[in-house]
């Protein structure tokens, strides 16, 4: 079986050690080095080709965001999850538009919610730690106040199982939550996830939350 193959960019050494210590000890997770700043990171990505780079937005030379939007423009296949101490709206959804797949916080994130994080954007999926979350919510409910969307003309067709499974991902919670609170499989909730993406053509889960939002499918 292949390993995740994780790279980390950040310019303090202690959240480069600490990180490391987290993911050495697991056996499906090689780590490839570190970098201490966006440029040699990006020299870094080109030859090692990581399948995941987990890098801070603040550093000397080129932000976490602008490194995000080069491996985008490049078409490097690599995933980016940001892990920073700045989760305000403007840095969460420039953080998505230039193309990350996950974003956690650095104060309140553990072992398991970073592993978690890596699996599942590794497995094709974005990861949103729920204060990341609520802050993309917030700012998708006000943009929809400002105005309608002609969307609304759409005909929705989900299930009652469909809008339960997308009310949890609107308030936030990850694959593994939304299983644990409906009590069925992982594989049944992604299953029906799919479903709901095939329905409306979305391309990624924030496209999801943001369209249910809008156009009021489910009741926060």
Not at 49 to 71: A, F
């Amino acid at each position: 079986m292949a390993k995740i193959k994780v790279m980390l960019v950040d310019d303090h050494q202690i959240i480069l050690d600490g990180v490391k210590n987290m993911l050495t000890d697991e056996d499906d997770i090689e780590f490839v080095g570190c970098a201490a700043n966006g440029r040699k990171a990006l020299e870094m990505i080109q030859n090692k080709l990581p399948d995941i780079v987990i890098s801070d937005i603040s550093m000397p030379d080129i932000t976490g965001i602008e490194l995000t939007q080069m491996i985008s423009d490049m078409k490097i296949p690599t995933q980016v999850l940001i892990l920073s101490m700045y989760n305000t709206e403007d840095y969460i959804l420039n953080a998505i538009k230039a193309g990350a797949k996950g974003i956690l916080p650095k104060q309140d994130t553990n072992k398991e919610m970073l592993l978690e994080a890596i699996r599942t954007i590794f497995g094709g999926d974005e990861y949103y730690a729920p204060s990341i979350s609520k802050n993309i919510m917030k700012s998708y409910l006000s943009n929809a106040k400002k105005g309608t969307s002609s969307e609304h003309n759409k005909k929705y067709s989900l299930t009652l199982r469909e809008k339960e499974i997308l009310k949890l991902y609107v308030e936030g919670f990850s694959n593994n939550e939304v299983a644990d609170k409906l009590n069925i499989s992982i594989r049944t909730v992604e299953t029906h996830k799919n479903n709901i993406m095939q329905k409306f053509e979305f391309k990624s889960t924030v496209e999801m939350i943001k369209f249910a939002l809008k156009n009021n499918i489910v009741s926060l």
